[in-house]
């Protein structure tokens, strides 16, 4: 276990995966959706397979004992992938960020409705707080819904972007599903593999001949996204999930950066507020975990025999 490494890889995964998406936001102009998630996707792949065997995982990569979770936690993850990115179209990036939040808390719900997990008050106070944070960043967009055609589709952005946190929590309960029988690496592997596959079915909808720079910042894009979830999943390998999440927030002050120096974007107070209530929560939550964790290790070693 190497802490310092583990949080490195967790905020240099963050940062690629923030220039991932301001690189999806600059070509969204020119592309769809679906085929934005196909570039993402398909060029995610060799990044993938050359880190499977530089690890010595690529059996364990390409070993599968359930493709039909693989399937369909490749069509939850896709469909919230292709949301996101739609948002990205119609929103400033910190915003899309922002509402993106929502899926980790949602994650908490959806585990106790659909996996049986235990939700004490604690989280559900959390929970609570987090899509109240939501809901004040939401609201100046579905104020907006009787306004003029710029804002009504700004709000129908905020509305695509949450709908992507939902299938991105869904996403998770399959992953955790999965996990049970499957190696990471196999998750990681087909994930890609299926959305790549799966965004070819929106090619009826509009899919462009792009121009060179817009192919160029696509290809780059799933490039990065590969880069991005090989530090992600190698930063696990070197702390504790409580130690490294709380760094995922930092892609908040990224994406105010980068919106400010390449979009001309200037979040809203409301914004910001709303912001800070999902932050808190969420990183409530993740502490809440990490004393869970302890209380059941010490549990653990008091019930070994000792001598």
């Not at 880069?227 to 696990?236: E, I």
Request: glycine content about 10%; overall charge positive; proline content about 5%.
């Amino acid at each position: 276990m190497n802490p310092i490494r583990g949080i490195l890889l967790k905020v240099l995964s963050v940062t690629v995966f923030v220039a991932m998406a301001a690189l999806i936001k600059a070509a969204r102009g020119e592309v769809p959706p679906g085929q934005a998630v196909f570039f993402r996707s398909a060029f995610a792949v060799p990044v993938i397979l050359v880190w499977l065997i530089a690890t010595r995982k690529l059996g364990q990569g390409l070993a599968t004992r359930n493709p039909l979770g693989h399937f369909w936690r490749a069509v939850v993850g896709t469909t919230a992938m292709a949301c996101g990115f739609a948002g990205l179209g119609l929103l400033p990036l910190p915003e899309v960020t922002a509402i993106g939040y929502a899926a980790p808390l949602l994650t908490v719900v959806f585990a106790a409705m659909f996996l049986g997990e235990q939700v004490r008050a604690f989280r559900i106070f959390a929970v609570v707080l987090g899509l109240a944070g939501v809901l004040i960043i939401l609201s100046p967009r579905l104020t907006a819904l009787q306004g003029g055609h710029m804002e009504a589709t700004e709000a129908l952005g905020a509305m695509i972007v949450f709908t992507g946190a939902v299938f991105a929590a869904l996403a998770q309960i399959f992953v955790r599903k999965l996990v049970a029988e499957e190696t990471t690496s196999a998750i990681v592997f087909w994930f890609s593999v299926n959305a790549a596959l799966l965004s070819l079915v929106t090619l009826p909808w509009g899919w462009v001949i792009p121009t060179p720079e817009t192919a160029a910042k696509l290809v780059a894009a799933g490039v990065l996204g590969g880069f991005g979830q090989v530090f992600l999943t190698s930063s696990y390998r070197h702390a504790d999930a409580s130690v490294i999440a709380p760094f995922e927030y930092v892609s908040m002050l990224l994406a105010l950066a980068v919106g400010y120096a390449f979009f001309d974007e200037v979040p809203t107070l409301t914004v910001l507020a709303g912001a800070a209530l999902v932050v808190a929560a969420g990183i409530l939550i993740i502490w809440r975990e990490h004393r869970l964790g302890l209380e059941r290790k010490r549990q653990r070693q008091s019930m070994t025999p000792q001598g």
